[in-house]
């Protein structure tokens, strides 16, 4: 299958001048930086967000499950057909068919096999695909709404995102992203996970059949 590889949470800068007092968050503000314009600006380390917000890490571990889930699958029906195939072109070999009108029957069966594969491939990657973007957008709505928050405080005029070098040379007296990446774990609370079944009753269940 194609490696999907998250994209860096591609956040434009955002603009926001909230001037209401709101709730004050519990971190400590980064020490406040303002250029000769008087513009207070911050920024947020994107790499640093994707490894301890607890949402990102949590997502990033259904993902990979989904891809290597979706990859044994079709690596195990590749296998399949390919024994088949190996399996048909020896007995073509032998004269192990009865007729051409066998053989030809059993060579389109393969066709088929083979384009079910193919579509399936299709499939899974586009399911994948559709989950890693509605991970990016989640993460994007949800690193935005915490900042319309965390701003309501901070008053910042301006929070970019730093990826990669995307910003080249930045003070750490700028950096929000511990800040940030507390406020957001704060927040976050993960979906409760369905609850054992105890082995008792799953033997129960079996004896059933």
Do not use: W
């Not at 607890?54 to 079709?74: E, P």
């Not at 579509?119 to 690193?143: H, I, P, Y």
């Amino acid at each position: 299958m194609k490696k999907y590889i998250f994209s860096a949470l591609t956040i434009a800068a955002m603009m926001v001048s909230c001037n209401n007092a709101g709730p004050k968050m519990d971190e400590q503000p980064a020490a406040a930086g303002n250029s000769t314009s008087g513009v207070k600006i911050a920024y947020v380390e994107v790499d640093s967000l994707m490894t301890q917000y607890d949402f990102a890490k949590d997502y990033s571990v259904t993902l990979q499950k989904k891809s290597n889930n979706a990859r044994n699958t079709l690596t195990q029906k590749g296998n399949a057909l390919q024994a088949a195939v190996n399996n048909f072109q020896q007995k073509i070999q032998n004269n192990g068919f009865q007729s051409r009108e066998q053989a030809a029957g059993v060579q389109a069966a393969l066709e088929r096999q083979q384009r079910d594969l193919q579509e399936l491939q299709v499939r899974l990657e586009g399911e994948l695909a559709s989950e890693t973007a509605k991970f990016n957008e989640a993460l994007r709505d949800s690193l935005q709404n915490f900042l319309k928050d965390y701003n309501k405080d901070k008053n910042y005029d301006l929070i970019l995102s730093k990826a990669g070098d995307n910003i080249l040379l930045a003070g750490k007296k700028f950096d929000i992203t511990q800040d940030v990446i507390n406020g957001l774990n704060k927040r976050y609370k993960p979906a409760a996970k369905p609850a054992a079944k105890p082995a008792a009753a799953e033997e129960k269940k079996e004896e059933k059949k």
